[in-house]
């Protein structure tokens, strides 16, 4: 293979719903520029992109898969991007790495959530979007309907560079508007013949034209100028202005294929390859610093990894973008987030599970290699004396989420290498080992999502797993001021254990005052304050430890010990088991003995007396509670207001947007559990969902009694 320069690399995005044919169309344009023989078929199981056995069990792609094919003396570097919401990281790395996004549309449904999601994605980054409405032999394709949904969906952006001559199992030919010319196609599709425009077609290609010229003069100044003067633009000057438009997100050029028929592709490719924006076109990529990097062939050279992929018989294969110099195999990088030195062995290109040797690799240009040592998805590779380092791929916060465990116990180490190791081809699959709940959870994007990850662990590891629905992590507090003591008191002969104390707790809030004296069932306390802790929990919430006190009574030696009881009784609260927060503990007098008294008596002193005013302190617990924002078909508004409010969701707000209504809620995790897959359920799967923590707030008090009594219960079992 040739070295491309950076001024002949692009590199595309094909994203959009699930079932929009983006696998197919990979085939086609590796078919069409030679990479392939022969093309294969999702139905049979042998693409060159989902080639995973998981991905085969499922019939849908799991996992991004980079390609590369060159066509006109240029370098396309294609990431054939997962259509589900459920591994939407596969999209959103693919657009942080690319230039071009290729938004497929299914031509029976049109625009659908999965669309929509898509877009925004790109709106976001802001990457320049191709829609490109697909499937168009389909039995139900309705071209001018799909084209009037995107237009009032996106605007007045979405201009056609093409429409079908006929739509369904007859289709075989498109009207050309920026060429003026007819595409039509044999049954085998490929090449296609190129004719004028029928009569009866020329004043509709005649219209879209005009619309198109004018999209196109409205990027540059001069050719606007032109535009006025003589309504017309040449062919290059419509490429140049369209290349301009797309930059800035002011055009959104619409194409048309039947991908699975070959019928389309190669005008596409083309498209691609003449039109759409070079590297050196794009905004350049900041690094973590702040700086501007040029993609510049000849500055100093530096790699992003953004992706690894796990294979039989090879081990790690490491995706990176070469974001400035050249790579060459056997130079000796240094990686900025590990501290470590690597050697680049052999570079490839990408072609799915096919690799093609390459010598070098340019600034812009996207490749692979296999055997590192210590590089992970996210690092960054230098050249001598270089520092920069990429972490621009922001992740969505996770939807669904599932406590996990080895159906043997003797297989929890051994999993959890594994579920690490698959973390690194998708970061969206988030592994918490909480201290708090006691359990391993694992946090992703939705049911299929995990659902997946069991697959792999049970066929590809051999590691019989089960899932649970995870705990969740409630808070306490208190609402009100107590006042406890406890005397803890041991003899075993020989030296005992003494130790004594005396404290008051009330509800603690920010900028509170220091207490001078506490009344309490008609005898007053004052307050002598000695010292003062104000300890910010990793939680959430504080922890505010008073010593007040007085005479000697307790040494204050022993102040760190009661502190270390109160702190142990923080981490598992007395109504429920959770943490606790918000509390303020004054300690203002105890008892101590010469001879019996040391750290551990006054920390289970602490510890016990700290219990007994917590739960005369009106003590409440709080739950966590999550912004959820809903994007739904109108249709199905009203089903889904009615299962939230039956989840104790609180409804914020309703706005539209893009064609979808907008509704935002909040809800407690609680109702969160499995809410993707009641979504899923009510709307057919044509809903999405985010959501973002909020705050902690009281449960309601039936709640609350039926989990201080399941704790109870479980306390009891564990005697």
Known sequence: MKVYQTNEIKNIALIGSAGSGKTTLAEAMLFESGVIKRRGSVEQKNTVSDYFPVEQEY?????????????????????????????VGGAITALNVTDQAVILVNGTYGPEVGTMNAFRNTDKLQKPVIFLVNQLDKEHCDFDM????????????????????ATGPGFNAVIDVLLMKKYSWKPEGGAPIIEDIPADLMDKAQEMHEALVEAAAGNDDTLMEKFFETMELSEDEMREGIRKGLVTRSIFPVFCV???KDMGVRRLMEFLGNVVPFVSDMPKVKNAAGEEITPDAAGPTSLFFFK?????????????????????????????????????????????????????????????????????????????????????????????????????????????????????????????QSKELRQTIIHGQGEFHLRTLKWRLENNEKIPVEYVEPKIPYRETISKMARADYRH??????????????????????????????????????MNIKGKEEIDLEWGGKLVFIN????????????????????????????????ARDVRVIVYDGKMHPVDSNELSFM???????????????????????????????????????????????????????GYQKLSAKIPLKELSSYCIALSSLTGGR???????????????????ALIAAHEAEEKEED
């Open 604 to 658: 289970l002193a602490a510890r016990n007396a700290f219990s007994m005013a917590f739960k005369e302190a009106g003590p409440k617990v709080l739950e966590p509670i999550y912004d959820l924002e809903v994007l739904v078909p109108a249709d199905y508004m009203g089903d889904v207001m009615s299962d939230l409010q039956g989840r104790r969701a609180i409804i914020m707000g309703m706005d539209s947007e893009a």
């Open 308 to 432: 690894t992929g796990m294979e039989p018989h090879i081990g790690e294969v490491s995706y990176f973008k070469v974001m400035s110099g050249t790579v060459k195999a056997g130079d000796d990088l240094t990686n900025v987030d590990r501290g470590s030195k690597e050697r680049m062995g052999q570079l490839y290109a990408c072609a799915g599970a096919n690799r093609v040797p390459v010598d070098e690799l340019k600034a812009g240009d996207i490749g692979c290699t296999v055997k590192l040592k210590d590089v992970k998805t996210g690092n960054t590779l230098n050249a001598k004396d270089i520092e920069w380092k990429f972490d621009f791929i922001k992740y969505p916060n996770s939807k669904y989420s599932r406590a996990i465990k080895p159906v043997s116990s003797s297989d929890m180490e051994k999993m959890m290498a594994a579920v690490l190791k698959m973390r690194q081809e998708d970061p969206t699959w988030v592994v918490e």
């Open 489 to 526: 008191k041991k003899q075993s002969g020989g030296s005992g254990q003494f130790g004594e104390v005396h404290l008051i707790m009330e509800p603690y809030t920010e900028g509170m005052p220091d207490p001078t004296s506490f009344k309490i069932n008609g005898q007053e306390f004052k």
């Open 146 to 165: 799909i084209l009037s949904n995107l237009k009032d969906v996106y605007g007045p952006k979405v201009v056609p560079v093409q429409f079908p001559v």
């Open 548 to 579: 007040s006190v007085v005479g000697g009574a307790i040494d204050t030696r022993f102040m760190p010990a009661i502190l270390k009881g109160i702190m142990e009784r923080m981490e598992r609260g007395p109504l429920t088991g959770s943490y």
């Open 687 to 705: 809903a999405s969902f985010t959501t973002k923590f909020a705050s902690y707030e009281l449960v309601p008090n039936d709640i609350q009694q």
């Open 258 to 260: 039947c991908a699975g």
């Open 59 to 87: 019939g849908y792609s799991v996992f991004s898969t980079v390609l590369h094919t060159e066509w006109n003396g240029k370098k396309l570097n294609i990431i054939d991007c997962p259509g589900s919401d459920d591994f």
